[in-house]
């Protein structure tokens, strides 16, 4: 036997014919299923903390930036108030508007301007009275996340919230996520901007007298066809999430002063309540216990 063929009996692997193993009958234990201590330590750390560093680490983890090619994160400095602060954006390329992103958000936000400078009292006087010779002065906390909102981002959408899995939600739609150091709470900032495919004429069914435009994929378009056909004030259109996994955007339409609530808060909640991995078309709803 030479050499070769020593080594390689040694590190070779003859699989078993046969594997014997037993399953317990009676086990009520699924170890895939989280504790509810588990769940509590979950929900205390889904919180946004004020630390820019904490969320930071959290959201790297959370994405895998390391290795994930379309997560974008961009951290910069910003000025309020003669102060300035850590901050830094999230999205995913792509799926956002990136001009709308650099003249919107992160231009009001980093540029140096009268309003950004100033270096007065962070307090805000609203109103000043003199009586007896004493003045009165009713004065307003500076308050960064109102400032921020109100005065440097001229974006119409921008929501805030406290925890994690709202802003990843809207990060994943294609939004973006803003965080800046010492705020508990971040801005979900819509700047859709990915391709999506025009309204064309519906390919299974032919209208002769109605309007020739089918649904598409994205249903920010299809509610706003639905709007301009059903022109009533009266017309709801709620938002539901169905799928643990995919968590698909839907909507649910009813005119509120003809519907019976009765039927409508029986389909929302029998929708909550479906328990499938993916919605990929209508007919999965109709194929499920619904």
């Not at 080594?7 to 078993?16: M, V």
């Not at 009001?108 to 009292?121: A, H, K, Q």
């Not at 994690?164 to 859709?192: H, P, R």
């Amino acid at each position: 036997m030479n050499v070769k063929h020593f080594f390689k009996s040694l590190t070779k692997y003859t699989p078993k014919e046969k594997y014997e193993f037993n399953l317990p009958e009676n086990s009520n234990i699924n170890t895939n299923l989280p504790s509810s201590k588990d769940n509590e330590e979950e929900k205390k750390f889904n919180n946004i903390f004020p630390s820019l560093n904490v969320n930071l680490e959290y959201i790297k983890t959370k994405y895998n930036v390391l290795i994930n090619s379309d997560i974008v994160l961009r951290e910069f400095t910003l000025n309020a108030r003669g102060k300035q602060y850590h901050a830094f954006v999230i999205y995913i390329d792509g799926m956002v508007n990136t001009q709308i992103m650099d003249n919107f958000i992160l231009e009001p936000l980093m540029m140096r301007n009268r309003n950004n400078l100033y270096d007065g009292s962070q307090n805000k006087v609203i109103s000043e009275a003199v009586t007896n010779n004493i003045t009165v002065r009713k004065v307003k906390k500076f308050d960064l996340s109102t400032y921020v909102l109100s005065c440097l981002m001229p974006q119409n959408s921008v929501k805030k919230v406290n925890d994690f899995s709202k802003i990843i939600s809207g990060i994943n739609s294609g939004n973006c996520g803003l965080f800046i150091d010492t705020l508990d709470v971040a801005f979900d900032i819509e700047l859709k901007g990915f391709n999506q495919r025009s309204i064309d004429k519906p390919s299974n069914e032919i209208v002769i007298k109605g309007p020739h435009e089918a649904f598409v994929e994205n249903i920010r378009t299809n509610t706003s066809m639905i709007r301009r056909i059903v022109n009533n004030e009266n017309l709801i259109i709620e938002n539901i999430e169905i799928g643990k996994v995919t968590k698909t955007k839907c909507g649910l339409f009813y005119i509120s002063n003809i519907t019976n609530n009765d039927l409508v808060a029986e389909i929302k909640y029998r929708l909550n309540n479906l328990d499938i991995d993916s919605l990929m078309s209508s007919r999965s709803i109709r194929t499920t216990n619904f």
